[in-house]
């Protein structure tokens, strides 16, 4: 072979692999080299009615810091992933690449989110706060908890499948969809309730619910948390002797609205079921969902003797107890003369 043809050739070969290098690099660099400029996780949503191809690219670019979001657009058509979106919440983390995103996202391999409903009342609310942290739909979850045939299934009705959501905070996939989420619940409920928190309430002749229900008048009467077992032992005492609560909270409740600040002689002749100046022993269901605090303290309430209680009046939220009814009532008469002095009717 002449010396031109073999200077030619190792030419050639030559321009080949600075070719195939510069390929290689620009490959790595599109695939492999860190696509985030920001320096913290960003999240990005796709919704199940609405994968949106270009709202999840102006997102990355606008939200979660992307550099080029032309060559992240590119890469995603010539891997088919715009008509393959999975939905879901999605973390981009600091330094994330092209590759690893993308495989993310065809993967469908979202972050859980915290899902937290604390101080809820009303069905209305608790489903409302739990949509506002979730892909599903309010009416999803409102029409399977006013479903009586479906409460009965999980072994609740439509007015105590309240009690079956524990106040906490609980890592659940943003896509859930509501008889999924449904089936956690009643797992976590079924966790909390444990055998020494069943043991206690069939010691008091009360079932989970129950306790439940009354852990809901508890935490309204009150929130100063060591008044809690002590105001639990209270309605124990009247429950136990077969005397009505009398619990305002109910009659709040009953009446619909919690914002009352003086119980009125028509607010005590609402007849509701809810009204426990009317009905003796517990009302239908809870007037809130109450906290984990709050059931703990009707598990383990304060023995005493008390069976009355009345705001103090010095207005700091506590309360002054009675054993009888005479000291309840110097207890009241106080507590209307300073309802009075500040005009509060």
């Given at each position: 072979?002449?010396?031109?043809t ?10 080949v ?19 985030v400029?920001s ?8 919704d ?12 990355l670019?606008?939200?979660?810091g992307?550099?080029?979001i ?15 979106m ?5 973390a ?10 993308l ?44 479903d009586?045939?479906y ?5 609740f009705n439509?007015?105590?499948v ?55 008048i ?24 077969g005397?009505?609560?009398?619990a ?14 003086r ?9 509701s079921?809810?009204?426990t ?22 598990l ?19 309360h002054?107890?009675?054993v ?15 309802l ?6």
């Amino acid at each position: 072979m002449k010396r031109s043809t073999k200077r030619l050739l190792f030419t050639g070969f030559i321009v080949v692999f600075v070719i195939a290098a510069a390929c290689g690099a620009l490959i790595y660099h599109v695939l492999y080299m860190p696509a985030v400029s920001s320096s913290e996780t960003k999240y990005v949503y796709i919704d199940e009615d609405n994968r949106d191809f270009g709202r999840l690219c102006e997102a990355l670019r606008d939200s979660a810091g992307y550099k080029n979001i032309k060559v992240f657009e590119t890469l995603a058509r010539l891997w088919k992933y715009p008509e393959n979106m999975k939905s879901g919440h999605y973390a981009i983390e600091p330094g994330m690449n092209n590759r690893a995103l993308l495989n993310m996202l065809r993967r469908g391999q979202q972050t859980p989110v915290r899902l937290t409903f604390n101080s809820v009342r009303l069905i209305s609310d608790l489903t409302e706060r739990i949509s506002e942290q979730l892909m599903l739909d309010n009416d999803d979850l409102l029409m399977l908890l006013s479903d009586e045939d479906y409460c009965e299934s999980i072994g609740f009705n439509t007015v105590t499948v309240k009690t079956m959501f524990i106040p906490n905070t609980y890592e659940v996939y943003w896509n859930i969809s509501a008889d999924k989420l449904m089936e956690r619940m009643k797992r976590e409920y079924e966790a909390f309730w444990t055998d020494d928190r069943r043991s206690k309430a069939a010691d008091m002749r009360l079932s989970p619910v129950e306790v439940s229900i009354l852990a809901s008048i508890v935490e309204e009467e009150t929130a100063v948390p060591d008044e809690l077992p002590v105001i639990a032992g209270l309605y124990i005492n009247r429950l136990i002797k077969g005397i009505p609560l009398q619990a305002d909270p109910t009659v709040k409740y009953a009446v619909g609205d919690f914002s009352l600040r003086r119980i009125l002689n028509t607010h005590l002749a609402v007849d509701s079921p809810y009204n426990t100046y009317l009905y003796e022993g517990l009302p239908p269901g809870p007037i809130r969902i109450p906290s984990v605090r709050s059931i703990d303290a009707v598990l383990d309430y304060t023995h005493h003797n008390y069976l009355y209680m009345c705001a103090k009046e010095d207005f700091s939220g506590r309360h002054n107890f009675a054993v009888t009814l005479s000291e309840h009532t110097r207890n009241a008469q106080r507590y209307h003369a300073a309802l009075n002095s500040r005009g509060i009717r």
